[in-house]
Nanobody, 116 residues
Framework: QVQLVESGGGLVQAGGSLRLSCAASGSIFSINAMAWYRQAPGKQRELVARITRGGSTNYADSVKGRFTISRDNAKNTWNLQMNSLKPEDTAVYYC??????????WGQGTQVTVSS
């Protein structure tokens, strides 16, 4: 079995920073890509950031320049550094990974709330 566990959510004022972390464990042969998604009430889940094993990255336009995704392949962990946070960043954030040749796994979600 494979499990993803995430942490680091919380309450922060606009302009502040948070760092989310995700750790994968279990029967892992390979991880091709790692990502962070978010979902606000009444809205679709959206891709925030993605990074491949080789280090190529993609970001949603709304977070580009403010958020940074990173990974440690040896530890099967990845992070999302969030700077200059805005109230519209408020959502439940989920980590995600493509593991063992095309299987999607998800973390349990962590709440990020940004106040004005």
């Amino acid at each position: 079995q494979v499990q993803l566990v995430e942490s680091g959510g919380g309450l922060v004022q606009a302009g502040g920073s948070l760092r989310l972390s995700c750790a994968a464990s279990g029967s892992i042969f390979s991880i091709n890509a790692m990502a962070w998604y978010r979902q606000a009430p009444g809205k679709q889940r959206e891709l925030v950031a993605r990074i491949t094993r080789g280090g190529s990255t993609n970001y949603a336009d709304s977070v580009k320049g403010r958020f940074t995704i990173s990974r440690d392949n040896a530890k099967n962990t990845w992070n999302l550094q969030m700077n200059s946070l805005k109230p519209e960043d408020t959502a439940v954030y989920y980590c995600n990974a493509d593991i063992n040749y095309g299987n999607d796994y998800w973390g349990q979600g962590t709440q990020v709330t940004v106040s004005s």
